[in-house]
Each structure stands twice: as structure tokens, then as C-alpha cells.
């Protein structure tokens, strides 16, 4: 009887109970940790949407400030108020660089680190939005490379995740940083020698581009060892008595015949270029001092290593000749660039969510007429489609007649290398800049305070906040990341710093530039508080081109329409 009683009460009661179970998986499942973590991204979201004001008026202030490498003065006065005023705590002066500042908040791990470049480039100087050559200050240096805007994205994404960690109570710490001096490959070895990098779990670096997109593995980049070469003469009378003279002026000439001969018979990788940074003071006096400073890039760190070598022979052949003595200072350093795979993946599925911008008319107007002033190869405007995710360049040596082994071409040289070999990193790049433009040069600085850039900030900013969320809530992913740092990134290569113990930052470099341009620029400072762009402040019609350039633009889409009719057929 008590089995019966007990079989008929369960009987009763199952359904019951199997509804209540029901009704529990499914509260369940409302606070699953994907769905949780989805819920918290569109929030981040939101925040970075509804802050764009904030990120333009970051943009537009650093693009007028205008400084070149190692002299970012007014850059760090304004980013590290900026962030003391969120809460941030800021360790200034960092490796010995003025400009260089490292701002923490949160406490725990994981620790993410999120930088990006805030120098520009010389004699650069250019107006906004506007499609032809319009300095702001004649001669003057400007963003004719974007680092005005990585800033930006970096700060408004971080403050969107700031906001929901408080309010979740999510642990971990994030890490601003700028990157000084990139454009000397001046800083970042630095870093990582110094030991500021020792602790952090992932690194984010941001960098303009024309499209939203990021990459993995080898990035297709040279390294490099950025060097002067110092020669010392004896002065004289160069028309009373030269034959008194040792001319360090001849050396430094010598040793660059040299090397420009010996270039035919060097590795096809090698990139290398110099400028003559002192070339003596007067004519009529026999240069006793002069000096070239060099860049050496190449694939890997072994070919840089023997390359500089081969330089610092050339520069002792030519003190030989001239019968002056040399000494040489090396004033920056970039391993080739190499990212992370599980990390980009993470990105890239969020770049998937985001999507490009949609450009105005002004915006796309705005592109090409810069694209035909500039003769860029392609006339097509800005990107309306997402790039693939980037894949690793082929590091397989390629055998060249002779059976020489040769490694694939390189181009640039980015220092974030040297950060990227020493944890798992990424570089998310995003579409602020025109397709097609030279690089380094004052055409790429046309579309930095204009809408073009603040939209692709504010996206950039977007993918940025959601993967943050995911390293923060999806240990995994980081997990994942350092097993590929170190089973197959470092596996074979291991990092060693193209700098030594006894290298310093050479934070005197730009100084006299600076010196002369920087009472130029400051009229032209922006003032947010007056004005809601750069661009109205500078009085500039959003885009201005010349009525040549219209008719350009306008025969160029009637071709390319035309030649669409023409493909549907």
C-alpha cells in the first residue's frame, strides 16, 4: 500500500515537477554567460554611440596640436588630464620620455592593454576636408598619417567598458598608452625593455587604415635599427689652407656612395634610406663634424642584424678614407611585426557585428577627388565592403638563381613588433584615412577631422569594446592567445631586443622643429568649448575641392557606372 501510495503521488506530482524544472533551465538560460555577455556588448555599444561627440572632439583636438615624435607636449597635457579626470592612474614620464604616460584603472586580471601612436609628420601640415594641397602653417608638421585619431577610438571604447565593469563589479585592469615617437621607431623597445609590459595579459593597438579590419601572424613587415653615424674631422680654411682639413662632410658622403653601390649586391628584402642630418656649418670652413642618420630594415631579426653590421663597416671605410674617426647612436629599433591569432579571430567576429560606416555623398566626393589629385591607382572612394580577415604573409624562403634562400619582400616598419614578440597583441585597424593615398605625406592628412575619420572612430571603437568584454568575461580566449604566443609564434624564434642596456631614448630629436613651429600652430589649436568641429573652427565648407576636380569626380562615376551597365549585361 505505502508503494502504491508513493507511485500515484509521484505520478501526480511529475508534472509538476517537470514544469518547474522547465521553468528553471529557462530563467537559466536567460543568464547563460554568452547571452549575458552579448547583452553587455550592445550596451558597450550604445555607450561609444552615444559618446561620438566626445571621440571627435579628441580627434580634432590632437590633429591641431600637430607634434612631431618624442616633442608631444601638449598631446600628453591633454590625454593624461583627460584620464586623471575619468578616474585613471597615470604614471607619467614613463622609460625616461616626457611625453610617454601609462593610465591604469581596475583592479586584478586580467590586465588588457589598449595603445595607439600619437606623433605625426613633417611638413605635413594640411587643412581638413579640403581635396588639394592647403597647409594650415606653411612648412609645418601634421597627421599626414592619422596618429590623431587612435587616441580617440582607445579612450571613448575603454570608457564604455569602464562604465559596465563598475556597474558588474567585472574584475580586471585596463591599460591606456600612447605610442611616442613611432614615426622614429622611438619608444616601444623601450617599454618592453624597461619592464612596463612584464604583467599585461593582451595588448589592443589601434592604427588608422582605410577599412575595419585586423590580421594574424606574420604581418608582412620589415624589422629595422634606426641609426646616425657621427663623423669628427678637423676644421681649416677651405680656400686658405684645405689641405689642413679633415673633412667629416666627405665621410659622410663617402660612406653613402659606398652604400649605394653596395646595394646591388645586398639581400632584394633589404629596404634602407638616410638623410644627412649635419652637413657642416658654412662653406668656406672644412666640416669637422657632419652626420647621416640611417634606417636598416629587413625581414628578420638575424638579416637587420646583419645589415646594420655591414653599415657600421661602410662607416668605418669612409673614416678610413678621409682620415676622420666615427662614432654611431642607435635611436630606435622594430622587430617585424607578428599578431595573434585567437585574439584577431575574437576582433573579427565583432567586426563582423559592426560593419563599415555609410559615408555621406560629401563623404565619398571628399575621397576621390583626393584620389584623382593624388593619382592613386584606384578612383573608387571609400571602402563599402569589409576586407577578410588578414592572413599571415608566407615566411617560406623562396630559392632565387644561385640557390640563394630568400625570405619574401617586406615593407614598413611598426615598433608595436616589439611589444607584439613579447605578448599575444593585435593591431585593429580602422577606416578613418582615403584608399589609395602615398602614406607619410600631406594628402593622408585631408581626411583626419573630418567626418570620414570621426565615423570610422566611433566604429573602430565599437569592435574595440566588445572584444575588450571578451577578454575580459571569456578567460579562454586569453588562454588560448598565450598558448599560440608561445607553441607556435615563439616556438622557433625567440625575441631578442635590437637595443642594449645602455641605449636611451633619443627624446632630443625634433626639438628645434618644434621650437619653430609650435607659436605657428597655436592659433589654431581647437577649441571645443567654441566651436563643434575643427572644421567650423578653421571656417572650412565640408568638402572643399576646385570646380576642376568636381568635373573629375563626376566623369569618373558616369565611367564607372557606365562600365557596371555594361558587366550586367
Not at 49 to 67: C, G, H, P, R, T
Not at 134 to 161: F, K, M, R, Y
Not at 174 to 180: E, F, I, K
Request: charged residues 20%; glycine residues 8%; contains cysteine.
Amino acid at each position: 500500500m505505502k508503494y502504491c501510495t508513493n507511485l500515484l503521488f509521484g505520478l501526480f506530482f511529475l508534472p509538476a515537477l517537470l514544469f518547474g524544472q522547465a521553468k528553471k533551465t529557462t530563467k537559466s538560460n536567460d543568464h547563460h554567460p554568452s547571452d549575458r555577455i552579448e547583452k553587455l556588448k550592445a550596451e558597450a555599444v550604445a555607450a561609444v554611440e552615444a559618446n561620438k561627440v566626445q571621440a571627435q572632439q579628441i580627434n580634432d583636438m590632437l590633429f591641431s596640436f600637430a607634434e612631431l615624435g618624442f616633442q608631444e607636449e601638449e598631446s600628453f597635457k591633454y590625454l593624461t588630464t583627460l584620464l586623471e579626470k575619468e578616474g585613471f592612474t597615470v604614471q607619467k614620464g614613463v622609460a625616461g620620455i616626457p611625453t610617454a604616460w601609462i593610465a591604469t584603472w581596475g583592479s586584478g586580471k586580467p590586465l588588457i592593454a589598449v595603445g595607439s601612436d600619437i606623433d605625426c609628420i613633417p611638413k605635413a601640415s594640411q587643412k581638413p576636408g579640403v581635396a588639394y594641397k592647403d597647409p594650415i602653417v606653411e612648412g609645418a608638421p601634421g597627421h599626414g598619417e592619422g596618429h590623431n585619431s587612435g587616441q580617440a577610438l582607445n579612450i571613448v571604447a575603454v570608457l564604455a567598458v569602464k562604465k559596465l565593469m563598475e556597474r558588474d563589479k567585472i574584475p580586471g585592469t585596463l591599460m591606456l598608452w600612447p605610442g611616442v615617437a613611432e614615426e622614429l621607431v622611438g619608444t616601444k623597445a623601450f617599454y618592453i625593455r624597461d619592464g612596463y609590459f612584464k604583467n599585461v595579459d593582451a595588448c589592443i593597438f589601434t592604427h588608422v587604415g582605410n577599412n575595419l579590419s585586423v590580421s594574424w601572424g606574420d604581418n608582412g613587415y620589415n624589422g629595422l635599427i634606426s641609426a646616425r653615424f657621427n663623423f669628427e674631422g678637423q676644421a681649416a680654411h677651405a680656400a686658405g689652407a684645405p689641405w689642413r682639413g679633415r673633412s667629416a662632410l666627405d665621410a659622410v658622403e663617402l660612406m653613402n656612395i659606398g652604400w649605394n653601390f653596395r646595394r646591388e649586391h645586398l639581400e632584394l628584402t633589404q629596404r634602407s634610406h638616410y638623410v644627412i642630418s649635419d652637413g657642416g656649418d658654412q662653406p668656406n670652413v672644412v666640416p669637422s663634424k657632419a652626420a647621416v642618420w640611417y634606417y636598416f630594415r629587413e625581414r628578420t631579426y638575424p638579416k637587420i642584424k646583419k645589415l646594420f653590421e655591414t653599415g657600421i663597416k661602410m662607416a668605418e671605410g669612409a673614416a678610413l678614407m678621409t682620415d676622420t674617426k666615427f662614432t654611431y647612436d642607435i635611436l630606435g629599433s622594430a622587430w617585424p611585426v607578428h599578431t595573434n591569432r585567437p585574439i584577431a579571430a575574437a576582433m573579427y567576429e565583432n567586426i563582423k557585428k559592426v560593419g563599415l560606416p555609410t559615408w555621406s555623398d560629401d563623404d565619398q566626393l571628399l575621397a576621390r577627388a583626393s584620389q584623382i589629385e593624388l593619382q592613386a591607382p584606384k578612383v573608387e572612394g571609400l571602402a563599402t565592403k569589409l576586407d577578410s580577415m588578414g592572413m599571415p604573409t608566407s615566411s617560406a624562403p623562396v630559392v632565387m638563381m644561385g640557390g640563394q634562400a630568400m625570405t619574401p619582400m617586406g615593407g614598413g616598419s611598426d615598433d608595436i613588433a616589439d611589444i607584439s614578440w613579447s605578448l599575444p597583441t593585435i593591431v585593429l585597424r580602422y577606416p578613418s584615412n582615403i584608399p589609395g593615398l602615398p602614406g607619410h605625406h600631406w594628402a593622408n592628412a585631408i581626411s583626419m577631422a573630418t567626418p570620414i575619420a570621426h565615423k570610422g572612430i566611433v566604429y573602430g571603437a565599437k569592435a574595440e569594446a566588445m572584444t575588450l568584454l571578451d577578454l575580459l568575461l571569456k578567460p579562454e580566449i586569453i588562454k588560448e592567445a598565450w598558448a599560440y604566443y608561445k607553441d607556435e609564434q615563439t616556438k622557433d624564434i625567440k625575441y631578442e631586443s635590437l637595443i642594449s642596456s645602455k641605449e636611451q631614448p633619443a627624446i632630443y630629436l625634433n626639438k628645434k622643429i618644434m621650437a619653430e613651429f609650435k607659436p605657428k600652430l597655436e592659433p589654431f589649436y581647437y577649441n571645443p568649448s567654441k566651436y563643434k568641429t575643427y572644421l567650423e573652427q578653421l571656417g572650412i565648407t565640408y568638402p572643399t575641392l576646385r570646380d576642376d576636380q568636381r568635373a573629375a569626380v563626376k566623369k569618373e562615376v558616369e565611367k564607372s557606372t557606365a562600365a557596371k551597365v555594361s558587366s550586367s549585361r
